[in-house]
């Protein structure tokens, strides 16, 4: 299948600072991207859906001002978690879809705000 | 919400076939069936997909009732390998694309 890389794979902040993790289509043309979040022993949960050049689109409950998302290009989507807390400590994924093409994952990044 | 629902866990036997049963009794018609798995820590794998009719292809079998209100998942020969969490999904329309929404998954144990 297609791969999908994200960066990085886990990743260590302090509380109020903010992380970046990019998520990389490396061999087709992402058209549409997700980002999950994931709590442990528990599903992936839905939490925004962007497509290339527009902005994204979030679930309800998901504060758009506190995750960034960002998809400029065909092959790259950035989420940002803006000033970091502990309860947002968690497994991020992210999905990249082309045209006529299955979603395909990243292989997480787990963050931890300590 | 998640338009699925699947038993919590299974096991089989290493070698024999594993049947993973979903029941998607609110299925639109132009909505898909989709299967994924998750191993311990990493990103969901995409085993097969379909709409109507039954599918196959290296990793499993894709059963689809006539009624498209239950699949089953077929894996021919468990391996330990795929000991993982099984996730159906159906694959829904969203404001400007689709949207896959994971539900509870069925955590397959495959024993020696």
């Known amino acids: 299948g297609a791969v999908v890389s994200q960066h990085p794979s886990w990743v260590i902040c302090k509380s109020g600072t903010s992380v970046k993790i990019e998520c990389r289509s490396l061999?087709?043309?992402?058209?549409?991207m997700f980002w999950y979040r994931q709590f442990p022993k528990q599903s992936l949960m839905l939490m925004a859906t962007s497509n290339e050049g527009s902005k994204a689109t979030y679930e309800q409950g998901v504060e758009k001002d506190k995750f960034l998302i960002n998809h400029a290009s065909l092959t790259l989507s950035t989420l940002t978690v803006t000033s970091a807390h502990p309860e947002d400590s968690s497994f991020y994924i992210c999905?990249?879809?082309?045209?006529?093409?299955?979603?395909?994952f990243g292989q997480g990044t787990r963050l931890t705000v300590v | 919400d998640a338009k699925t629902t699947q038993p919590p866990s299974m096991d089989c036997a290493e070698g024999r076939a594993a049947n993973l049963p979903c029941n998607h009794s609110t299925i639109s018609g132009n909505e898909y069936v989709y299967w994924y798995r998750q191993i311990h820590s990493q990103g969901p794998q995409y085993i097969i997909h379909?709409?109507?009719n039954n599918e196959t292809n290296e990793m499993a079998s894709l059963i689809i009732t006539e009624d498209r209100k239950s699949s089953t998942l077929i894996l021919p020969h468990a391996t330990l390998r795929d000991t993982a969490v099984y996730y159906c999904?159906?694959?829904?329309?969203?404001?400007?694309?689709?949207?896959?929404?994971f539900g509870s998954g069925t955590r397959l144990l495959v024993r020696p």
């Open positions: 999905s990249a879809s082309g045209v006529n093409t299955e979603a395909f």
């Open positions: 999904i159906v694959r829904v329309a969203g404001d400007s694309s689709y949207k896959l929404i």
């Open positions: 379909g709409l109507k």
């Open positions: 061999d087709f043309q992402a058209t549409t």
